[in-house]
Every structure is written in C-alpha cells, then in structure tokens.
C-alpha cells in the first residue's frame, strides 16, 4: 500500500511540473530563450582599393617662394603617375588591428602668388603614408560595430617644384621629409541588411605635422562571406612645415574599393 501512495505522489509532481512547463510557455511575459552565439578566433580583412584624390593647398622648399596647387580628382587620371593604396584588419571579440598604406606620385600644376616669380609652375608630389593602430569596440551587435582607434601614421613626401617664366624661370629644386604624427578617432560600420552596410571613419591627430586627419564614409555591398565591394568619399588633410619645408594640403575625392574576408 506504501508502494503504491509513493507511485501516486511521483506521478502527480512529474505532471505538476509538466504543467508549470507548459503554462509557462503560454505566458507572454516569459521571453523565450534563446542561444547566443559568439564569434569566436580572428577575423581578417584585406581590402586594396583606389581613390580618385584631388590635391589643394600649398607647398614650398626652402629659399622658394610658396606655391599653391589646385588640382580636382577629374584631373588625377592625367596628372597619375603611379598609385598603391590597400587597408587591413585582424580582429579578435572587440579588437582590432588596422593598418592603412597610400603611395601616390603625381603631376601637378600650381602658381605663385599674382603670379609675380612665375607665369606657371609644375610640380610632381611622390607620397607615402602608413598608418598602424590599434581599436576597442565600445557598442557592438550583430548588426555592427563602432569602435575607438588610436595609431600612429608615418609620412614620407617628397615635392619637385620647377619655375616656369618670370623671375624664377629655370628654377628647379627637389625636397623631402619624413615625419611621424599620433592620431585618434572612431571607426564603425552597420548593416541595413544582411547584404548592405554603410562603413566610415574619422581620424585626428598631430605630431611631425600640426595638425594630421582623415575621414571618410562609404556604402558597401556584401557578395558572400568572402567577397564585398564598397564606394565613398574620402578626405584626408595635413600640414607641415619644417625647416623651410611645407606640405599644407588637403587631398579629397570618391573612393572605390574590394575587401577580402577570411
């Protein structure tokens, strides 16, 4: 008789339990749980892209007087030399490590101010500029992420001004310096859709040059885990003077890119 009242008392708290079970998953307050999932390694990204950057702003060598170049992004494909740009991240949960290497040499048509030293002058500007950095998550879902980033970004220019009629006819002198700036900024990118992404970055700093900053923002387009392409508008200005040396100017125009996930 004992067996059989303890049989009754497991069957009845199996179906009571039963029952606390399912009326909680009829309640709408109880949220359903569900698994989260993490990533989880290293994330890399390689992604070569070109822009198509006017130049404006002054330049000067030592015992020459500045001249000032204005030159838009429609006439780079004329005035180009040669170009290599390419960008990188590894990232790791919320970290990042980003680095970012421009080398421009290009033409480059500019004047003295009213004219006075020269009726033209020519200049061919050679530019390099890397930048490694590290960045932090501060909100990140699955959506995307924006991050806080500081790195240091090392400059390396060289100008080739020749004087063309006026007092300076014949002149042709060739300079260059190499400096290191500290910037920080934010980076970041968000999904709309599995498939569209807007990306951008703004990036500020000082060092070697008085002032140093970069920004930029982009629409991209995701092909498949591997593959996705990206088109913006980037900015991007320095200015440093050093012994009798100056490089002040902005570089800006549309900027098309493909970037390689693995």
């Given amino acids: 008789m004992k067996a059989i009242h303890l049989h009754a008392i497991v069957l009845l708290a199996c179906v009571t339990a039963a029952s606390i079970g399912n009326a909680a998953d009829m309640t709408p307050l109880a949220p359903e749980a569900k698994t989260v999932e993490t990533r989880s390694g290293w994330e890399f990204t390689v992604a070569p892209y070109f822009w198509a950057a006017g130049i404006s702003g002054d330049v000067r060598q030592f015992g020459l007087p500045e001249v000032n ?3 838009d992004f429609g006439d780079i494909l004329d005035n180009l030399d040669f170009a290599f740009m390419a960008t990188g991240e590894a ?8 680095g970012d290497v421009i080398y421009v040499k290009l033409g480059a048509d500019a004047h003295t101010p009213r004219g006075i030293f020269a009726d033209s002058v020519d200049v061919t500007s050679e530019t390099f500029a890397g930048l490694l950095g590290v ?5 990140e879902d699955q959506n995307g992420h924006l991050d806080v980033f500081g790195g240091m970004k090392v400059w390396s220019v060289e100008t080739d001004i020749s004087f063309n009629g006026g007092l300076l006819a014949g002149v042709e002198r060739e300079d260059s310096a190499t400096w290191v700036d500290a910037v920080v900024g934010l980076r970041g990118n968000y999904f709309f859709t599995p498939e569209i992404y807007v990306t951008g970055w703004g990036l500020v700093g000082g060092g070697g040059a008085d002032v140093d900053w970069d920004v930029g923002l982009g629409l991209g387009y995701k092909f498949n885990d591997t593959i996705s392409a990206v088109a913006g508008y980037r900015a991007l200005g320095v200015n440093y003077e050093n012994d009798g040396f100056v490089f002040d100017v902005v570089q800006q125009g549309p900027i098309i890119g493909v970037s390689f996930h693995f």
């Fill in 135 to 139: 960045g932090y998550a501060v909100l």
């Fill in 69 to 71: 170049i204005d030159s």
């Fill in 91 to 98: 990232r790791y949960d919320r970290y990042s490590i980003v």
